[in-house]
């Protein structure tokens, strides 16, 4: 248990070395991936959303937490796989065609990552059909949509519009989030939910799979 408690405040401080240091730990001390994944990075990431939401960190703060807690989880990546751990969820996420921004994507995917998901990352500017056979392929609980820019915000529904003629549409959750959007605006085109922030994505992406 004192391994786990020094994962979880290696993760809240940003610290990436002491995090794999204590997940290495634990490890030693035979105690199994799934225990050090669900007891000591899942719960820091939470605490790290809580903090955030409460005004005690900002972005970067978040943004450190989240590598620390990253470079945790790869060194666990293959011990869960060996012990057949899945994850509660798949989600397919990036910047729709015609965005490059990447900064926030990014750390949407990290917060994903950090309460559980497997997090399928295609990068910036990208086509609504790529989105709509990544969902296919990896049978995708979620897709998550980021833009940044009001011209590229009419190709989260163009996305949206692809799943229905893949005919994937009801098999998929559709959440988007950046500075322009609004719930209003997912409403509009047809999205199941909005998240103004990194740390509101992983909460309603939890809540779209009844977690």
Do not use: C, W
């Amino acid at each position: 248990m004192e391994n786990l408690k020094t994962v979880f405040d290696a993760v809240l401080t940003g610290n990436a070395p002491g995090t794999e240091a204590g997940v290495r730990a634990a490890l030693g001390d035979g105690a199994p991936a799934e225990d050090i994944l669900n007891k000591g990075l899942i719960p820091a990431m939470a605490e790290v959303g809580r903090l955030f939401e409460a005004g005690e960190y900002y972005v970067p703060e978040m943004l450190i937490a989240a590598r620390a807690m990253q470079s945790g989880l790869s060194i666990l990546k293959p011990q869960l796989a060996e012990a057949g751990v899945e994850a509660i969820g798949k989600v397919v996420l990036g910047t729709v065609q015609g965005d490059l921004h990447d900064i926030g994507k990014s750390l949407v995917g990290m917060m994903l990552e950090g309460a559980g998901f497997e997090v399928i990352d295609l990068g910036v500017d990208v086509p609504p059909a790529k989105f709509a056979e990544a969902v296919r392929s990896n049978s995708a609980n979620i897709v998550a949509l980021s833009a940044l820019l009001t011209t590229t915000m009419q190709n989260m529904h163009s996305t949206i519009e692809a799943l229905d003629d893949m005919g994937i549409r009801d098999q998929v959750k559709v959440m988007i989030g950046g500075a322009p959007l609004s719930a209003a605006f997912a409403k509009q085109i047809g999205a199941d939910g909005y998240a103004q922030d990194a740390s509101a994505a992983a909460r309603l992406a939890l809540s779209l799979i009844g977690k």
